[in-house]
DNA sequence: TGAGCGCTGTATCGCCGGATACGACCGGGT
DNA sequence: ACCCGGTCGTATCCGGCGATACAGCGCTCA
């Protein structure tokens, strides 16, 4: 049960341009502070925009622990997947502030299609990069290295959450080492113990309670 | 550098049926065993649908191992990540077998699109099945105990090439303990000693060479 | 038929991450 | 000021996985 965090993914204006020009032509929720938009398990076909608020999507799994895929910001989209493949959901999605979000329907959504390719295109590039973020997330789970585990999350975020710094960049999503932890699958403990080696070694500093990863200059990631 | 083995990835037939349905409209590919499809880190814009042979999945890691993503047999899809969000590709697919294979291109699937609406939903559809794969190893990826690793590998496919046997499903896919092992990140020897224990609990026997999953009825694991 | 190879089953050992516990610090609320 | 909950830092102990080595076994192929 995490508590209020930053998001952790979003995408790149020009591909969020074409979801948001359905505004008008599906129907607009709102939902409150705790409320869920799905839950893991049952079967619906909604997916969702995000326009603004944070929405956190996790896999609770049977031994009762929580594993935090993403928390969605503003521009994501989230549960489309159980909405195309008629399966039941894997994941839950909670809204951890309030959130305003576009419901798209797949039932309705094949006029949509056919009406505008554009928007079968948009689709399948950002299904696609989540397929690819998964992927990467997937390479580092395999090992069992926390640091490699979490170095693959900080620099996700680096990438797409972090200004540049004189010493790197700086990570504006906040995260706590508790929610570090569940997202890469390691004890709170470790992170907090990788991280402090990480510090040692001149690849990571904290400054104002920000994480500032140090570009590295050393390798060609990404 | 693991050797031939058979598929783990495949795809409902109805599924299948709208890509197939596309042969002699597109291209049509033939690779000899060993022969790349695509290579991790380069660019382009091509995906393939398999009609016949395996094409073996995988991410080669920074320190050299090997990552098996998945063991991709007829009527699979692969590569439609990278073509479509344009970035280096993250795996590299080469055909273990020979493979016949149709290729796709993006660049000039708008106008497929254009034309058939319904192929758009098809593509959803699919690649939503792709995420909820990954993300489900991901559930269980996180875990570091073997165990759970292992099931969740053998729970797939004992769903996608398992028939029925009268301890549970026999599990068609012959995979040496090598295999298993890089498809879940753990070691040769642990997947010996996790098999071994599985067994021991009667949640696994091996018969002729081919892994039976005792249906889990018994509900209770770990 | 025998040699060689790949796969499986074990044993030993070192290491390191998880569990647990406790203290320091910081901020908010009464 | 005081308390309190949340977070970070650190210590100890234990269990189990990875690395390594080796033995038995069933192939294939000469």
Known sequence: MTKKAAATWRMTDALAAKLVSFEGKVRTRRFAEGEQLYRQDEINTCFYFIKSGLVQVSIFRRDGTEVVLENMGPNALCGEGSAFDGLPRFSTAVAVEPTEALEFDTTRIESLLRADPELALAMLRLTSLKQRILAL??????????????????????????????????????????????????????????????????????????????????????
Chains 1, 2 share one sequence.
């Open 137 to 222: 997330r997937l390479e580092h789970l395999v090992s069992n290295d926390p640091e490699d585990r979490i170095l693959e999350l900080l620099r996700r975020l680096s990438q797409m959450f972090a200004i540049d710094h004189e010493r790197g960049r700086k990570i504006i999503t906040h995260l706590t080492h508790e929610q570090i932890a569940s997202m890469t699958g390691t004890s709170r403990v470790t992170v907090t113990r990788t991280m402090g080696r990480l510090r040692e070694k001149g690849m990571l500093f904290i400054e104002d309670g920000f994480t500032i990863l140090a570009n590295d200059e050393d390798s060609e990631e990404n």
